[in-house]
Each structure stands twice: as C-alpha cells, then as structure tokens.
C-alpha cells in the first residue's frame, strides 16, 4: 500500500468495515484530545490546517488509479472536519460525544452548500472541502446551541 494510501485512510482506519467516515470521525477524537491536552486548540488549529493539505495531496495521490471519485476508505477528510467541530467544544468527554454526533449528522446529510461543494470540486481538494464545509455547520449549530442555553 502506498504512503498516499495510508495517510488518507488515516492509517488505515477507513479499511475497517461499515460506515468508514464514521470510523474516521470516531479515530479523530483521542488524537484531537491529545493534541488539546498537551498544545491546547491552536496547536489542534495548526494540525487541522496541516492534515487539510496533507489530506488534499494524500486524498489526490491515492485515488488516482481509482473510479470512485470519494471512496469510503479516505477518512483523512473526516478526521479534519472533525477536529475543526472539536476546535468550538470544550475539553470533555461528554462535549466531545455531541461533536462527534453532529459532525456526523452535517456530514452524512449533506445540507446545502455541502452537497454543492462535493459536486463543484474534484481531487483531493474536493474530497476534502464537503467535511470543511459540514464541520463549519456543525460547529455553528453547536455554537449557537452554547449561546442560547447560557441565555
């Protein structure tokens, strides 16, 4: 297996079987606490940033010989959404269940423009932006759920 191929499905994490994204997601969370706990949320910023363009160019690289245009087994694109939806919560176990849950529930349902961005854009920039796109909506529920119990 080439290195692309480890690194977008997230050391292979997306060959588990069922519901691969969620798996991703799921992978996300212990390595998002860790980074949280020993740099606090800008160094999980930074490390967003980072595996976003590491995920663009794995993603690109692995799929090439590839007909699917976004096959299950790249997970880096739901590792990267999920830490930016993890970026919004607090460090905690119970937080961190609600982001998972809500990242899923943007990124599987898809609500405009996260669809859109799916179709618009290809390689591995496009197999990455949807969950960019999905954890701003999921975050921005969770932010706006956060204002208004605390009214």
Same mark, same amino acid.
């Given at each position: 297996?080439?290195?692309?191929?480890?690194? $977008?499905?997230?050391? =292979?994490?997306?060959?588990?079987?069922?519901?691969? *994204?969620?798996?991703?997601? &799921?992978?996300? #969370? @212990?390595?998002?606490?860790?980074?949280?706990?020993?740099?606090?949320?800008?160094?999980?910023?930074?490390?967003?940033?980072?595996?976003?363009?590491?995920?663009?160019?794995?993603?690109?690289?692995?799929?090439?010989?590839?007909? $699917?245009?976004?096959? =299950?087994?790249?997970?880096?694109?739901?590792?990267? *959404?999920?830490?930016?939806? &993890?970026?919004? #919560? @607090?460090?905690?176990?119970?937080?961190?269940?609600?982001?998972?849950?809500?990242?899923?529930?943007?990124?599987?349902?898809?609500?405009?423009?996260?669809?859109?961005?799916?179709?618009?854009?290809?390689?591995?920039?496009?197999?990455?932006?949807?969950?960019?796109?999905?954890?701003?909506?999921?975050?921005?529920?969770?932010?706006?759920?956060?204002?208004? #119990?605390?009214?």
């Amino acid at each position: 297996m080439s290195s692309a191929r480890i690194i $977008a499905s997230w050391f =292979g994490v997306g060959f588990l079987p069922w519901a691969p *994204g969620s798996w991703g997601s &799921l992978a996300a #969370l @212990p390595f998002a606490w860790g980074i949280v706990l020993v740099g606090g949320k800008l160094w999980l910023l930074a490390a967003v940033v980072a595996l976003f363009v590491i995920g663009c160019i794995a993603a690109e690289l692995g799929t090439r010989d590839r007909a $699917a245009r976004d096959p =299950g087994w790249v997970v880096i694109d739901e590792v990267v *959404g999920q830490g930016l939806v &993890l970026l919004v #919560l @607090p460090l905690d176990l119970a937080a961190y269940g609600i982001g998972f849950l809500m990242f899923r529930l943007f990124d599987i349902w898809k609500p405009w423009p996260v669809r859109w961005a799916e179709r618009r854009f290809d390689g591995g920039f496009g197999i990455m932006i949807d969950d960019v796109v999905a954890a701003l909506y999921a975050a921005t529920v969770i932010v706006a759920g956060r204002i208004a #119990l605390e009214r």
